[in-house]
Structure formats: structure tokens, C-alpha cells
């Protein structure tokens, strides 16, 4: 049986997790499944989750008034989604659908926040990852810009 542990230190993401760090974020995550269409999280709500996609795609959108929502990233299998529920004030910057089905692993972000603070050890592991991760999205949305405004000299 595939227990949320060993998904959890089978992702990317953890990898060189410690395994004591691995059962206290275990500790925080459940299952959660998204019907296609279904909103993940809406701008201005409260950030209180991330979630690694096993399954399925998440449209990252912002709101554009008198037209469809701008598409800024697609989020798949594999990946990981949301780091508001690390910067206070804690409230989504931008809208997330599910463009399919999608079956995901949210981690319950005040449950983190506090298992961090009880444990700096733990909440560096986890940091140093974000920032990983945070860096990784700011240059591919550097890359869409400069194809963006590159055709428009």
C-alpha cells in the first residue's frame, strides 16, 4: 500500500529529506482530488496549503478585466504549487484552476509554519527548497517576458 510517507519522500521535491523532517511533514498532508474546472485557490483568499501534483494540470491565472483570465504557468504532474502559504500575510497572489482532473497532495501550510518554528531545522530544510523552487518560476517567467517584448522593436 502507498502511504503518504513514502509519496512524499519518493517526490523530488523531499528528496534528501530527513527522515524524521519527513514524518513531521507527513504529519500535515492528505489527499485531495480537483474536478476539472474547479478552482484550487482564488486570489486575496487565505494561503494556508501547497500541493505536489501526482496527477492532472493547474492553470496559474491572473484576473484581466473584459477578457478571459491570463494563463501565467501550467502546473503538472510532478511539480509543486503555491508558496503564499509561506509569506505573511498568507493570502493567494493569483487565481489556480484545474484545467483537468487532477489528484494532488496538499500540505496544510499552518500546520507547517508551526512544525518550522517549533523545529528551525526543519523549517531551513524546507526553505532552502522553496527558494529553489521560487527561483526556478521567477526565471522561466523572465524567459516568457524577453519572448513577450522581444517582437516588439
Not at 534528501?16 to 504529519?27: A, H, N, R
Amino acid at each position: 500500500m502507498e502511504t503518504l510517507e513514502r509519496i512524499l519522500a519518493a517526490h523530488a521535491f523531499f528528496e534528501g529529506l530527513e527522515p524524521e523532517y519527513l514524518k513531521i511533514v507527513t504529519g500535515c498532508a492528505s489527499n485531495v482530488r480537483l474536478e476539472a474546472g474547479a478552482y484550487v485557490f482564488r486570489e486575496g483568499e487565505e494561503a494556508n496549503q501547497f500541493y505536489l501534483l501526482r496527477q492532472g494540470k493547474v492553470a496559474v491565472e491572473i484576473f484581466a478585466p473584459q477578457s478571459p483570465p491570463i494563463i501565467v504557468e501550467t502546473v503538472e504532474k510532478d511539480e509543486i504549487l503555491g508558496w503564499s502559504w509561506l509569506v505573511h500575510p498568507y493570502h493567494w497572489r493569483f487565481d489556480a484552476r484545474a484545467v483537468e482532473t487532477t489528484r494532488a497532495i496538499a500540505l496544510d501550510g499552518k500546520c507547517l509554519r508551526e512544525k518550522c518554528e517549533a523545529n528551525p531545522a526543519l523549517g531551513y530544510a524546507l526553505l532552502k527548497r522553496l527558494v529553489q523552487l521560487i527561483d526556478q518560476r521567477l526565471q522561466a517567467t523572465r524567459l516568457q517576458l524577453l519572448d513577450v517584448y522581444a517582437n516588439r522593436t
